[in-house]
């Protein structure tokens, strides 16, 4: 049995659709129903086991009527199960189980019973996180019965490989910023050519992918009036990216019951949800007051702040609005959208990188009254700063000397730093009149992911 998670558009469903097809076995592959009773949801069961190209055994017989309950229903797909070789795909399984508590239970059950000793592949698939880790959890019926399986997004090494090696580093990165990743948009952009022709070419059509899978995810996750919706909305909106607990409020409405719906809005976001992330200075306290938060997905960090606010002016006709927003802002948006990026880049590198191999910590460093900020600071196990950086995502100018003596300063201003090394990361790297300890370039971060 698998438990196969991931957010909405990573291709769970696609993959198993492809690997049901293409297996040549007997198969189920049912989708729960978002806020269906459990009858609603064994009738969607029998549609799924009649649709099927190559049916389970006997299903004709045995699913000629709807089940009493999902112990029936399982029952039965035991029986069909017994003998033969089959797959069974409960995609969406939240939503069945959200209807009905007791469904893990059932399921375990009648694992244990029949299912586990039959020669099937059977998979529960979910895009709610939480509610898939807490399916296996250890006080939970199906602890110790699943291999977990999770399914991410493409890395930028794999979006690269998607585009071609003729697109080149930085592309694939900003392939990345812009889809997240996501198959579907990735493929998309590879039939465009350019991050800017597609960006443009999805805006012109309301119902694009670039315009519509934001929205999709954000409806099946939220219901209407949620105020977790508008706390996202104010972060993603925020000119760079990403921002600070009062600025949330001070959108949304500065009075103390905004606040508190705030609060739980955000802890549901970061601990639930998995939506938001929580930046704070490198070396700090995890209690320090300190704290930034941006959209961790990088596709809807782009959708937040480029597609959201343009809806009405593309579905009206006047996508030349959001085309114009988007030339104007790209450029200083994605050179701070990057820097999660080149942190994840350079913790990865750590491992083989001679100069980074003691590193453990990884983010950025600002003080209390924003005076002071860099863009990369990495810390060892002692919370010795190990590593200071600069980010200067620009296509053909390198890091200057003027940059890299400013980040010099940084030794004297970041506690425990008196002896980092100077990172430059750049898309062509430093200058003549620059002398950094490291450099890292475009080519050098993408190389930080297996493909």
Not at 212 to 235: K, M, N, Y
Not at 437 to 444: E, G, S
Request: net charge neutral; proline share 5%.
């Amino acid at each position: 049995m698998l438990a196969v998670r991931g957010r909405r558009q990573t291709g769970k469903s696609r993959v198993l659709t492809e690997l049901v097809e293409s297996s040549g076995l007997p198969y189920l592959f049912f989708t729960g129903v978002k806020d269906a009773s459990p009858p609603a949801q064994l009738d969607h069961l029998i549609t799924d086991v009649r649709s099927a190209r190559r049916p389970l055994p006997d299903a004709d017989v045995l699913f000629a009527a709807r089940p009493a309950s999902w112990h029936d229903a399982f029952s039965r797909i035991a029986a069909a199960c017994a003998t033969e070789p089959t797959v069974v795909i409960l995609d969406e399984f939240p939503w069945a189980w959200g209807a009905d508590p007791t469904l893990d239970g059932v399921l375990q059950n009648i694992w244990d019973k029949r299912l586990e000793a039959s020669p099937t592949l059977f998979a529960l698939v979910g895009s709610d996180l939480a509610m898939m880790e807490r399916l296996t959890a250890h006080d939970r019926p199906l602890h110790g019965r699943t291999k977990d399986v999770v399914v991410e997004p493409f890395n930028p090494a794999e979006c690269a490989a998607v585009l071609g090696s003729d697109a080149g580093a930085v592309a694939a990165l900003d392939a990345y910023l812009v889809t997240g990743g996501y198959p579907r948009l990735v493929s998309e952009l590879t039939r465009a050519g350019t991050v800017g022709t597609f960006v443009k070419d999805q805006f012109a059509d309301e119902n694009s992918d670039l315009v519509v899978v934001g929205q999709r995810s954000l409806d099946a996750e939220f219901p209407e009036g949620v105020h977790a919706r508008r706390v996202l909305s104010a972060i993603g909106a925020h000119e760079v990216g990403h921002a600070t607990f009062s600025s949330v409020v001070g959108k949304l409405g500065d009075d103390n019951k905004t606040s508190t719906a705030t609060t739980r809005a955000v802890k549901m976001l970061t601990d639930t949800k998995r939506i938001l992330a929580v930046d704070r200075p490198v070396g700090a306290k995890p209690s320090t007051k300190l704290r930034r938060y941006r959209i961790d997905d990088s596709y809807l960090r782009f959708w937040f702040r480029f597609v959201e606010q343009q809806i009405s002016s593309i579905s009206r006709g006047r996508h030349d609005i959001a085309i114009g927003t988007f030339e104007r802002d790209w450029s200083t948006w994605r050179g701070k959208a990057i820097e999660p990026v080149v942190h994840d880049a350079v913790f990865r590198l750590a491992g083989s990188h001679p100069s980074l191999t003691t590193i453990t910590e990884v983010g950025s460093w600002w003080n209390r009254s924003n005076s002071r900020e860099y863009d990369i600071v990495a810390a060892d196990r002692g919370h010795r700063i190990v590593a200071i950086g600069t980010v200067k995502w620009r296509p053909r100018k390198q890091v200057t000397g003027g940059e890299l003596a400013t980040l010099t300063e940084g030794r004297s201003v970041i506690p425990r730093a008196g002896g980092a090394r100077l990172l430059a990361v750049a898309p062509t790297g430093a200058a003549a009149d620059a002398h950094p300890d490291l450099v890292l370039t475009a080519d050098d971060l993408l190389g930080a992911w297996p493909t």
